[in-house]
């Protein structure tokens, strides 16, 4: 994290998906506030991983909060035999706030779907103390709050997704669920099918079969990481 005073990106031009967290906060008005909370931003290439001890979660920021300006980032664990699983994945506009996450612990890693945008910010009271940024420091704080429980939300359904009895059961209840957040019917997952199947805790080649015949019923086209679903009964 940067010291106070200081930040590494242009508090001006933050993409639009910013204005849910700072949509509040005159553009002009913008980096002192950001300033006060003690931000940063974080560009991460595909691939990239932060741990969870570098984070930034404590130190002499207290609390910081992660939300994900644009990009995927997944939440990984990888046991003592080498076996990964993924824990959850956040898109653009979640908020990553691991002590109130109760799906995730202390030993896993954030690591980019493709290239995302981190912007890191202290929410602590004992650490943001300018009088004159409290109004907007207070409308940030609610606005995360917001932005988190809609997360949460997202990563529940994801665990109720994985307590189906079936590959193509859990298959199905992602791409309708992930269709659904989005609207439409197309979903493109930002996980390749090694990295599906660690998500969904199933064997690779038992989520291919499932993938052929599913495409074979004429329930859903699969190219690649992108599903559309093709039978209205879905």
């Not at 590494?8 to 639009?16: C, V």
């Not at 704080?141 to 189906?164: C, E, F, P, V």
């Not at 079969?209 to 190219?223: A, M, P, Q």
Request: hydrophobic share 45%; net charge negative.
């Amino acid at each position: 994290m940067m010291r106070k005073g200081e930040l590494d990106f242009d508090a001006t031009a933050l993409p639009s998906s910013a204005d849910a967290l700072l949509g509040d906060i005159p553009v002009e008005k913008r980096e002192g506030v950001l300033r006060c909370m003690h931000a940063d931003l974080r560009v991460l290439p595909e691939g990239a991983a932060l741990l969870s001890s570098t984070l930034g979660m404590q130190g002499e920021q207290g609390l910081v909060a992660g939300f994900v300006l644009s990009g995927s980032l997944r939440a990984e664990r990888i046991d003592e035999n080498g076996t990964r699983s993924i824990l959850g994945l956040f898109s653009e506009g979640a908020v990553i706030l691991p002590q109130d996450t109760p799906l995730l612990d202390d030993d896993w890693n954030l690591v980019a779907c493709c290239e995302s945008r981190l912007l890191r910010i202290s929410i602590s009271a004992e650490v943001v103390r300018c009088d004159r940024c409290m109004r907007y420091v207070s409308a940030v704080r609610g606005n995360l709050l917001t932005a988190l429980a809609k997360t949460n939300q997202q990563l529940m359904s994801r665990l109720m997704i994985l307590t189906r009895r079936t590959t193509r059961e859990k298959v199905l209840a992602l791409v309708r669920q992930m269709a659904y957040e989005l609207g439409g019917n197309v979903v493109d997952l930002p996980l390749n099918r090694q990295e599906l199947a660690d998500f969904l805790l199933v064997d690779r080649s038992a989520l291919s079969r499932e993938l052929s015949n599913l495409r074979k019923e004429g329930i859903l086209s699969v190219e690649r990481s992108r599903f559309e679903i093709l039978s209205p009964e879905m």
